[in-house]
C-alpha cells in the first residue's frame, strides 16, 4: 500500500486524543440542587481518578473514525502490475514542435520516434486485447490534439506526417499540467511517451508543474544530443541616419553541454551588413551557453534610405539551427521627439513658448516645431496648443485638435486667460494641494512643494475629465480629457489630452521657474510618445494587438490582414521570424520578430534529472535566482519532497487502485454508529466524552 | 382493617397535586382524613373542661353540675379553659429549601397541608391565623374566624413564594412577642436549624401555654439521597456547592438527618408539643388522619 500524500497520516497522532479523553475521566462532577448542605461534608476529589479506559467500543469506534479519516487524507491506493491486472489504458503521444526541433536531423529522428510509438502502444501486449487507445499531441507554446483518442491509428499518423516544426517555444511544464488535466478526465489509465530533444531552458521555473497525479507512466524519448548552434539578436539605430550602432547578442550553444573551465571558447564572426554590403565584420571568443553582447557604433549607412541591417553569425564550430543565426534588425531612429506647437484664436505666448522649448530640449529629449494652421501635418503626433480660455466657462476643444486626438495625436493644451485674470496679486498666491498618484504621468515622484499659483483659473469641468493636479483650494489646475465618446467606431484608438490650467508665462504662477516643470514636461512627452509606440521586438508567438485601420505586413510585405479584419481592432499572433511592419494612418512602425531566445539553447537536460521526471521523483526547490533554470538531482533533493515524489513508483509500471471508496463508506458508518451510540449512553455525552 | 382500608383510599400527592385548586385540595383531605372517625364539634383545639370549683355564693345556678351535686350533696361549679373559640395560627415556612422534593415539592405539601388545616379550623368555627416566614416574616394574615377565612388564606398560600434561606429563631422569636392569646401554633417547616437552636426558639410558646404541633416536612431524598458518584450539591438556600461522595450520602449523612428529626421529635414531646413527620411522597390525608386518630386517643 501507498500514499498520494503521506503527510497526512501525521493526522494519526490524533489517535491519542479518544485515548487521554477515555482515560482521563471528566473532574468536574455533575451538579444537583440539595435543600440543605447543613449535614454535608465535603469530600476530598482526587485530581485524577483511576487510570483506566471506559466505554471501549465508543472509543474504538472513534479511533476507527480517526484513522479512516487519516488515511481517506493520505490518498492509500494500492499497487497492482499492469500485466497481471490486464488493464487497457489510453496512450497519449506527444511530439515537441518547437523551434529547436529545427536543428539538424531532429525533426525527422522524432518523428520517426513518434511513429514508433504509435505503433507500440496501440498494440496491447496483452493476450485478450487488440488495440490501445492512441492520441497523438504536438506541443508548441501550447499542447495541440491532433485525431481523436482511438485504436485507429491511420488519422493520427496522417496527422503526424502533416507536422512541421514551429518557430515557438515549447513550454514543459505547461505541457505537463495540460497532460495531467486531460488524464484525469480518462477512465483507463493513460501512459504519455514525449518525444522531445529535452531542451534545458524549456523547463520551468517552478519543477513542481512537471508533477502529474493522473498520468500512469510517463517517458521522455529523446531526439539529438550532439548538435551546436549559434543564435544572434540584436537592434540597430542611427541618430541622423548616415551612422548606425548595432548592439548584438551571440550564443553558443551546444546540446552535450559540460561547461568546464579548461573548454576553449568558439571562436566566432559577427557580420553587419545593409542588403548585400557588408558595413562590418567582427570576431569574438565565446564560451558555450554563453551569451556575448557586442556594440559595433562605427557603421556608415549606405544610404538614409536604410531601414534595417542584417546581423549574421557564423563559427566554425558548425551550426545546426541556421534560422538564428541571421537576423535582419530595424534601423530604428534615435532622432528628438517632434513636438508641434500652436495657438488658437491668439498668438503664441512668447513666455510659454520660451518655458516649455527650453524645458522640453533638455536633455535633447524633444525637439519643438512650430505650426501654422495649415501645416498642422503627420509631421509629429504630439501637439502644444495655447487657448484661450475665461474663468468658469466651458473649456471649448478647437474642432483641429478634436480631430487630432481622435487621430491618435496627443495634445497638452494651455489655457490662456484674459487680460483681467491675468492680473493676479502675489497676496492671494495658492499652491499644488493635490496629485492623482496613480495616473501614468507620475505626478506624484515630482516636488511640487516650491511651486505657487498667484491667480488660480477656475475651470468648468465636464464628466469626461479626469482631474490630475488641484490647488490647495481645491480648484483643478491639470486634467485629462478623453475624446472616446466622440469617436464613432469604438476600436478606434484615440490620443491623449492635456489640458493645464496655467499660462505658463510665469505670472500666473511660477511653476515654469520651478525645477519640477522640466521634470513635468519630460512626463508628459514621454507619457504622449508612449501612447503611439508598438513594441520593438518580440518572440515568435507572442502576440500583439493591432489598432483599427491598421494593416501588418509581413517580412515579405504581404498583408497579414484581410481588409474587413483591419477594420477592427484585434489581436495578431507572429509565427515566423522577420521585421513585420505594422501601418496606420500617421505612420508605419517596424516589429522585429525574432526567434525566442530559449529554443536557441540547445542544451539539453541531464540524464539524472530526465530520470527523476519520468519517475515521477522530481526533486525542487523551485528556483527563484532571476530564471536560472538549475537542475537539481535526486541526491541534491528536499528530504520531504523527495520521500514524498518516492512514494510513487511510475517505474514499475503500476495501475493505482484508490482506496477511498471504501475508507469513504467506512468514515460514514463510524460516524453514525458513534453517534447513535454516544447518544444512548446520554452519560457519556453529557460528560463530553 | 377500617384503619388499612381508609389507608389504601387516602390521596396520593401525585393525585392531589393534579386537583390544581388549593380549596378542592383542602376539602378532600380533610374529609378524607375524617373518615372512621368519631362525631365530635370539637376535635381536640377549644372549649375544653378546666375544673370544678366549690360553689360559692352568687355563682350562676347554671354552672352547677348536678349529677355531681346528686352523688356527693355538694355543689361545684363546672369551668372551662375559655369562653370564645380557640386561635390557630400556622406558621408556615416559605425558605428556598422547601422548593425541593419529588413528586411535589415540601412547599406544595405545605400549601396542601396550611389549607387542609384551614378548612378544618374553618368547619368547627374557630379562628385562623397564617404567618409566613423565612429569614423573617415576610407576610401574615391576622386571627379570624370569618366565613371568608378560607379563601382568604388561599389567596394568602397563592401570593406567598419560597426564597432565601430559613432563621427560624429569629422568625419564632418575633412572632412569640405577637402571639398574646392562647392557643394552638402550628409550625409548618423542614426545620433546617440547629435541633438545640429550634428548640429554644418554640419553648417560649410553649411555655405561654401554647399548644404546639410540628410538622416537619420532608422529602424522601432528603433522607435517603439516591446519588451513586461524587456529586457537587448545591444549597438552594444559600448556593453553596459541596462535592460530596456516595459513600458519605449512603452512611454519614443518613446518620445525621436521622439523628436531627429525632433529636426534634424528642425535643417536642420534652415540651408537649406534636411532632409529625410529613413526606412528600405519602398522602396527606393519612397523615393528618393518622395524626388526628392519635390526637383523639391519647389523654389531653
Request: aromatic content about 6%; some cysteine; hydrophobic content about 40%.
Amino acid at each position: 500500500m501507498n500514499f498520494l500524500f503521506p503527510v497526512f497520516l501525521a493526522g494519526l497522532f490524533g489517535l491519542l486524543l479518544p485515548w487521554v479523553l477515555h482515560r482521563f475521566n471528566r473532574e468536574t462532577p455533575p451538579e444537583s440542587p440539595f435543600p440543605s448542605t447543613r449535614f454535608l461534608e465535603a469530600t476530598r476529589v482526587p485530581i485524577s481518578r483511576k487510570k483506566r479506559l471506559r466505554h471501549l467500543g465508543l472509543l474504538s469506534l472513534r479511533a476507527l473514525f480517526l484513522l479512516a479519516a487519516c488515511l481517506l487524507f493520505a490518498q492509500p491506493y494500492c499497487s497492482t502490475d499492469k500485466n497481471r491486472a490486464g488493464a487497457q489504458s489510453n496512450t497519449f503521444v506527444v511530439i515537441d514542435r518547437s523551434a529547436s526541433m529545427l536543428a539538424g536531423e531532429r525533426w525527422s529522428a522524432a518523428v520517426d520516434k513518434a511513429s514508433d510509438a504509435l505503433n507500440a502502444s496501440g498494440s496491447n501486449q496483452l493476450a485478450d486485447a487488440s488495440q490501445n487507445p492512441v492520441q497523438l499531441f504536438d506541443l508548441t507554446s501550447q499542447l495541440t490534439a491532433h485525431a481523436s483518442l482511438s485504436s485507429n491509428l491511420t488519422e493520427a499518423k496522417a496527422a503526424l506526417l502533416s507536422l512541421e516544426p514551429s518557430y515557438e517555444k515549447a513550454q514543459y511544464g505547461l505541457m505537463m499540467q495540460q497532460l495531467d488535466a486531460l488524464a484525469s478526465k480518462e477512465t483507463l489509465p493513460v501512459d504519455v511517451v514525449f518525444i522531445t530533444d529535452a531542451q534545458k531552458s524549456n523547463l520551468p521555473l517552478q519543477r513542481r508543474l512537471l508533477r502529474t497525479q493522473h498520468i500512469r507512466n510517463f517517458s521522455i524519448e529523446q531526439v539529438g544530443a550532439q548538435e551546436k548552434n549559434l543564435a544572434v539578436k540584436g537592434s540597430a539605430s542611427s541618430i541622423d541616419g548616415v551612422n548606425a550602432q548595432v548592439s548584438a547578442q551571440v550564443l553558443f550553444s551546444q546540446a552535450a553541454d559540460s561547461p568546464t573551465q579548461d573548454s576553449d571558447p568558439a571562436r566566432i564572426s559577427l557580420q553587419i551588413g545593409a542588403g548585400e554590403q557588408i558595413l562590418s565584420t567582427r570576431d569574438i571568443d565565446a564560451l558555450s551557453n554563453q551569451t556575448v553582447t557586442v556594440v559595433v557604433d562605427d557603421l556608415i549607412l549606405p544610404s538614409a534610405e536604410t531601414t534595417h541591417l542584417t546581423v549574421r553569425a557564423f563559427t566554425e564550430e558548425g551550426d545546426d539551427l541556421a534560422v538564428d543565426s541571421i537576423v535582419d534588425v530595424p534601423l530604428r531612429n534615435a532622432q528628438p521627439i517632434v513636438v508641434g506647437m500652436r495657438a488658437f484664436n491668439m498668438k503664441v505666448p512668447e513666455a510659454a513658448s520660451l518655458f516649455l522649448r527650453t524645458a522640453l530640449s533638455t536633455d535633447s529629449l524633444a525637439r519643438v516645431v512650430s505650426l501654422s494652421g495649415n501645416e498642422a501635418s503627420a509631421a509629429t503626433n504630439h501637439w502644444i496648443v495655447f487657448v484661450p480660455y475665461a474663468d468658469n466657462e466651458q473649456i471649448i476643444l478647437p474642432e483641429e485638435v478634436t480631430q487630432f486626438v481622435q487621430s491618435g495625436g496627443n495634445v497638452m493644451m494651455v489655457l490662456q486667460p484674459g487680460m483681467e485674470e491675468s492680473a493676479g496679486t502675489p497676496t492671494e498666491s495658492d499652491y499644488i494641494g493635490s496629485v492623482d498618484v496613480a495616473h501614468p504621468l507620475a505626478l506624484g515622484e515630482l516636488d511640487w512643494q516650491e511651486a505657487r499659483i498667484y491667480s488660480p483659473m477656475t475651470l468648468a469641468l465636464s464628466e469626461l475629465d479626469r482631474v490630475l493636479m488641484r490647488t490647495g483650494q481645491g480648484l483643478p489646475y491639470m486634467i485629462e480629457r478623453s475624446v472616446n465618446e466622440r469617436v464613432s467606431a469604438a476600436d478606434s484608438i484615440s490620443g491623449r489630452l492635456l489640458i493645464v490650467a496655467d499660462p505658463l508665462n510665469g505670472v500666473v504662477s511660477d511653476l515654469p521657474l520651478q525645477s519640477a516643470f522640466v521634470e513635468w514636461v519630460a512626463h508628459a512627452i514621454q507619457w504622449f510618445d508612449a501612447s503611439s509606440a508598438f513594441p520593438e521586438q518580440l518572440n515568435v508567438g507572442d502576440s500583439l494587438v493591432v489598432p483599427a485601420n491598421a494593416q501588418v505586413m509581413s517580412p515579405s510585405q504581404k498583408p497579414l490582414r484581410t481588409l474587413a479584419e483591419s477594420s477592427t481592432s484585434s489581436r495578431l499572433s507572429f509565427t515566423e521570424p522577420g521585421i513585420y511592419t505594422v501601418v496606420t494612418g500617421s505612420a508605419e512602425h517596424q516589429v522585429m520578430v525574432t526567434l525566442p531566445w530559449e529554443e536557441s539553447n540547445l542544451t539539453v537536460i541531464d540524464d539524472d534529472f530526465k530520470q527523476a521526471w519520468t519517475l515521477g521523483e522530481l526533486a525542487y526547490p523551485d528556483s527563484d535566482k532571476g530564471g536560472e533554470a538549475e537542475l537539481n538531482s535526486a541526491e541534491s533533493a528536499n528530504p520531504s519532497d523527495a520521500a514524498l515524489d518516492a512514494s510513487v513508483p511510475k517505474s514499475e509500471q503500476l495501475i493505482r487502485q484508490p482506496w477511498w471508496p471504501w475508507l469513504l463508506p467506512l468514515l460514514a458508518l463510524t460516524l453514525v454508529a458513534e453517534s447513535l451510540l454516544a447518544n444512548r449512553r446520554l452519560a457519556v455525552r453529557r460528560d463530553g466524552l | 382493617m377500617a384503619a388499612r382500608v381508609a389507608t389504601e383510599s387516602f390521596l396520593q400527592p401525585s393525585v392531589l397535586a393534579r386537583l390544581g385548586s388549593l380549596e378542592l385540595v383542602a376539602r378532600a383531605v380533610v374529609e378524607g382524613a375524617l373518615v372512621g372517625m368519631h362525631r365530635s364539634p370539637k376535635f381536640g383545639f377549644s372549649q375544653e373542661f378546666a375544673e370544678y370549683r366549690a360553689y360559692n355564693e352568687g355563682d350562676d345556678l347554671r354552672f352547677v353540675d348536678w349529677n355531681v351535686y346528686a352523688r356527693t350533696d355538694r355543689a361545684y361549679i363546672k369551668r372551662f379553659q375559655g369562653d370564645t373559640n380557640t386561635r390557630v395560627t400556622v406558621l408556615l415556612d416559605a425558605s428556598a429549601s422547601m422548593n425541593f422534593g419529588e413528586p411535589v415539592s415540601k412547599w406544595k405539601l405545605a400549601q396542601y397541608l396550611c389549607a387542609s388545616l384551614a378548612y378544618l379550623v374553618k368547619r368547627q368555627h374557630d379562628a385562623f391565623a397564617l404567618t409566613v416566614f423565612n429569614t423573617d416574616v415576610v407576610s401574615e394574615l391576622p386571627p379570624s374566624a370569618n366565613p371568608d377565612v378560607l379563601q382568604r388564606v388561599l389567596a394568602h398560600l397563592h401570593a406567598a413564594t419560597p426564597s432565601d434561606g430559613t432563621d427560624l429563631v429569629r422568625s419564632l422569636h418575633t412572632l412569640s412577642q405577637r402571639i398574646s392569646q392562647r392557643g394552638v401554633v402550628i409550625l409548618v417547616s423542614d426545620l433546617y436549624a440547629d435541633s438545640d437552636e429550634i428548640i429554644r426558639a418554640i419553648q417560649p410558646l410553649a411555655h405561654r401555654g401554647q399548644e404546639l404541633i410540628v410538622f416537619h416536612t420532608l422529602d424522601r431524598e432528603e433522607l435517603e439521597p439516591s446519588q451513586t458518584r461524587i456529586s457537587a450539591l448545591k444549597d438552594l438556600e444559600s448556593d453553596e456547592k459541596i462535592v460530596v461522595a456516595p459513600e458519605f450520602l449512603a452512611q454519614a449523612y443518613r446518620k445525621k438527618i436521622n439523628a436531627h428529626c429525632e433529636a426534634i421529635e424528642t425535643s417536642c414531646q420534652r415540651l408537649g408539643a406534636d411532632y409529625v413527620r410529613v413526606m412528600t411522597d405519602e398522602p396527606l390525608d393519612g397523615v393528618l388522619h393518622a395524626y388526628l386518630r392519635r390526637r383523639e386517643t391519647q389523654p389531653s
